[in-house]
């Protein structure tokens, strides 16, 4: 089983809707980060947490917002979709400081209409 | 704002030939890191540098890293078609509680 998981893995919404996406992981880790990636942009990070106290904007988090239910649990929620949100969705997991890498989960592909 | 910026935008190269990709930051760092990205996949981590290393391998993979102009480099020797991919590196900045990831290098390997 993968390390990282997403649902949904793809999604068609409609403008004004509210969307929840959700990531869990198995790694025990305690950082978890969600970006989105639209073409040519790379990763812009939208909100991450390093623990279910620690919760953090990041570079693009207007119009998100975030739960950090469980070490292992992080959604992502927009509460109104508008269509400049259709974009791929990554969650990922990092372990303490001193275990730098990054794991990604499959991402979720969002369309709002 | 990005802290990398990999160039080129877009490679592509024969079988067999070595791609070079670069990546440039702004700030100090603890580390540089690469990841690879299959269309329209999660990203994979490739290699980790850190600030204190000039140079790394793993197996086809060589990374430099130069401090003092803020910049680094991946090659990947004796290309394969499945090396087609994103290349993206990722800075651990000392000022900062998370990467931050360039905008990526598209490699295409023909056959």
């Known amino acids: 089983d993968a390390d990282v998981t997403q649902t949904p893995r793809n999604r068609i919404t409609k403008t004004g809707k509210r969307i929840m996406l959700e990531c869990s992981q198995t790694?025990?880790?305690?950082?978890m980060y969600w970006y989105r990636q639209d073409p040519g942009l790379g990763l812009r990070l939208i909100y991450y947490?390093?623990?279910?106290?620690?919760?953090n904007k990041g570079e693009i988090s207007d119009g998100y917002s975030v739960s950090r239910q469980a070490q292992a649990k992080f959604s992502l929620s927009l509460e109104s979709a508008i269509p400049n949100q259709t974009a791929l969705y990554f969650c990922?997991?990092?372990?303490?400081?001193?275990?730098?890498?990054?794991?990604f989960g499959p991402g979720t592909r969002l369309t709002v209409l | 704002s990005q802290q990398g910026e990999e160039d080129p935008q877009a490679l592509s190269i024969q079988e067999g030939e070595n791609a070079t990709m670069n990546c440039s930051y702004k700030?100090?760092?603890?580390?540089l890191q690469w990841y690879r990205q299959n269309s329209g996949r999660g990203l994979v981590h490739l290699i980790l540098?850190?600030?204190?290393?000039r140079e790394k391998h793993s197996g086809r993979l060589r990374v430099t890293l130069d401090t003092s102009k803020k910049s680094s480099s991946l090659l990947i020797t004796a290309s394969r078609a499945a090396d087609t991919a994103s290349y993206f590196c990722?800075?651990?900045?000392?000022?900062?509680?998370?990467?931050?990831f360039g905008s990526g290098t598209q490699l295409t390997v023909l056959p």
């Open positions: 540098i850190r600030s204190n290393e």
């Open positions: 990722a800075t651990d900045a000392t000022s900062a509680r998370q990467l931050t």
């Open positions: 700030t100090s760092i603890n580390n």
């Open positions: 990922a997991t990092r372990g303490l400081a001193g275990v730098d890498e990054q794991f």
């Open positions: 790694k025990g880790h305690d950082r």
């Open positions: 947490s390093f623990d279910v106290k620690d919760i």
